[in-house]
């Protein structure tokens, strides 16, 4: 490629080696090589940090909230987070499936959700509750819209319309059928399993039964694309992709957006005005366009926005120039030194 470091191409399974390119057209880095060591296990990451195995843990999903707050008071260690929101965690129903399929079951499982506890209790304050499925502060995306908040008394009234009555086993049933819901999330985000976990309990207190089953990154997306299942997590693509690339990707079988949305009567008119969205050089036009998409999409409550995630990270105090960029997939290792 054309940056600071080229892969040296020794990947053994578990590390990843880049060296210098000796071709980079700009000013040489300081450290000659860097190493990416694949670690799927949280608490393995923490304890190859403390080890001095590893220099630092980087991605808000790849470290537990717990682990940011023990290593922060400790100071052989720095921290970092961003100030600004990077992308959005939320769930999406598969509206082509029961129960699904009915808008009132969509807003009671949204309304059910505590998001300021997810943020302070599950994420220690380093979340924070989302509303809409992107920030507004992303561009074209301060939209009005109406707040879901948290409302177990009005999500169990939802419940009761739609027909799904309280049993004698506190898990409600319609037509002798329990309502049981499947989250299906990925086992390689620690963001995802805490707050599936979190879910799973509270859903408890109105009738829910929330099984819950993450699976590796690959299969999770694999079933994401073929529509295989009725709840899951996803993520916002983030700075500086949103909110373009992320409209543009449900356009296609490509994430989970575009099995989500086949219930939608107007999927056909979304798909349109995104695709305008993407060729439109007009800034009115584009903005009307944005307001309609999203407006749709949060009326008929095709997802549940969790929490803005901010990037955040942990290495070694002696490691100097540690900051972000834009996107939370990129990581300046040019910049940093001992």
């Known amino acids: 490629g054309t940056g600071p470091y080229m ?29 990416i060591k694949v670690i799927s296990d949280n608490d393995a990451k923490v304890l190859a940090l403390r080890s001095g ?6 991605g808000a999903a790849r470290l537990s909230a717990d682990a940011y707050t023990e290593l922060s008071a400790d100071s052989s260690f720095g921290t970092a987070i961003n100030d600004e929101p990077t992308l959005t965690n939320y769930i999406g129903f598969n509206m082509a499936k029961e129960p ?3 808008k009132n079951v969509r807003l009671a499982v949204e309304y059910a959700i505590d998001r300021d506890s997810i943020s302070n209790d599950v994420f220690q304050g380093t979340m924070t509750p989302a509303e809409t499925l992107f920030s507004k502060s992303k561009p074209y995306c301060d939209v009005d819209a109406t707040v879901y908040s948290y409302d177990p008394d009005k999500a169990a009234q939802l419940l009761d319309e739609a027909g799904w009555l309280m049993g004698s086993n506190g898990i409600r049933e319609k037509d002798g ?13 620690v963001t995802e399993k805490s707050i599936a976990e979190y879910l799973q309990s509270e859903y408890q207190s109105i009738g829910i039964a929330l099984n819950i089953h993450g699976e590796e990154e690959q299969s999770y997306r694999d079933n994401m694309k ?14 500086p992709y949103d909110p373009q690339s992320s409209l543009a990707a449900m356009r296609a079988p490509v994430y989970g957006d575009f099995a989500a949305q086949q ?13 305008k969205i993407l060729v439109s050089t007009d800034e009115t036009e584009r903005q009307e366009l944005y307001t309609y998409v999203l407006t749709r999409l ?6 549940i ?12 105090s002696d490691l100097k120039g540690f900051h972000f960029t834009q996107t939370q997939y990129e990581v300046p290792f040019q910049d940093f030194s001992f």
């Open 53 to 58: 195995e590893i220099d630092a843990i980087t």
């Open 100 to 102: 699904f399929d009915d």
């Open 7 to 35: 892969y040296q191409g020794d990947f053994d399974g578990s590390v990843y080696t880049f060296v210098r390119n000796p071709y980079y057209w700009g000013e040489a880095p300081e450290a000659d090589t860097f190493k």
């Open 263 to 275: 219930g939608l009567e107007d999927k056909t008119e979304i798909d349109d005005a995104i695709t």
């Open 226 to 239: 073929a529509g295989n299942f009725s709840m899951v997590f996803n993520i916002c693509w983030g700075m």
């Open 298 to 303: 949060h009326e008929d409550a095709v997802y």
């Open 305 to 316: 926005p969790l929490t803005y995630e901010c990037n955040k990270a942990i290495y070694r």
């Open 177 to 189: 059928q329990k309502l049981n819901l499947d989250l299906l999330y990925n086992s390689d985000s």
